[in-house]
């Protein structure tokens, strides 16, 4: 009788050891889940902080930018969108001409002390961007340009040693050119086309130190 006993016993231990080694398992692997999961979420968590972060930072940085810019901009001499200047081409040049008119240069000049200031606040610098319409110079005679890439990459140029020239340093400011690849408006139409015609400004982040500076691309 003590013998079917022993066996009983016997025979019931080894079903519960493995039950359970079966529940420290599924225990184990539940921690690690949840651990796993929570890891996630403080990554997600911290991701969005800095995306948050960022925004405001952009929000503040377009803020300030607006501010500085209030005169020129309540007279209408400029715009301000997503946190680029923009001044039609008319008002700095001429048809096919990259030489400043008068009003112009006054423009430009206005923009100086605003510009200066919040560069000395803010860790970036100034992209000057060229742009045309789609309508391509037609080199005729003496003409300085070969096609409307040309003709805005000079304008970019032109503004750019302007504002150098005014008294923003050189190191703080780049041109770049886009042709006629970023139009803001249709190309159909007279009005369409001199919006196109335009020149923008834009804050841009510093390069760090040991890259190579933003180098002006040829339009």
């Not at 009788?1 to 529940?23: H, K, N, Q, R």
């Not at 403080?42 to 930018?65: D, F, P």
């Not at 400043?100 to 000395?120: D, H, M, N, R």
């Not at 005729?140 to 409307?148: H, K, L, M, P, S």
């Amino acid at each position: 009788m003590s013998d079917d006993i022993e066996d009983g016993v016997s025979t019931a231990t080894p079903v519960w050891a493995a039950f359970g080694d079966l529940m420290s398992v599924m225990l184990g692997a539940f921690v690690l889940i949840l651990v796993g999961v929570v890891g996630v979420q403080m990554q997600l968590s911290a991701k969005l902080s800095h995306e948050t972060q960022q925004r405001q930072q952009e929000m503040a940085r377009r803020k300030t930018l607006e501010q500085a810019l209030a005169a020129p901009l309540a007279a209408g001499r400029v715009t301000l969108i997503n946190g680029r200047i923009g001044i039609n081409g008319s008002v700095l040049f001429e048809v096919n001409s990259d030489q400043l008119q008068p009003q112009g240069q006054a423009l430009l000049k206005s923009l100086v002390p605003p510009l200066t200031s919040y560069l000395q606040s803010h860790d970036e610098i100034l992209m000057i961007s060229g742009f045309a319409d789609d309508r391509q110079v037609r080199r005729v005679g003496n003409a300085r340009f070969t096609d409307n890439w040309e003709l805005s990459a000079q304008r970019a140029l032109t503004v750019t040693r302007a504002f150098i020239d005014a008294g923003i340093p050189a190191a703080s400011v780049f041109a770049a050119a886009f042709g006629s690849e970023q139009p803001v408006s249709s190309n159909d139409d007279d009005a369409g086309r001199a919006k196109n015609r335009r020149v923008e400004i834009a804050a841009v982040p510093r390069p760090s130190s040991g890259n190579a500076a933003p180098g002006k691309t040829s339009e």
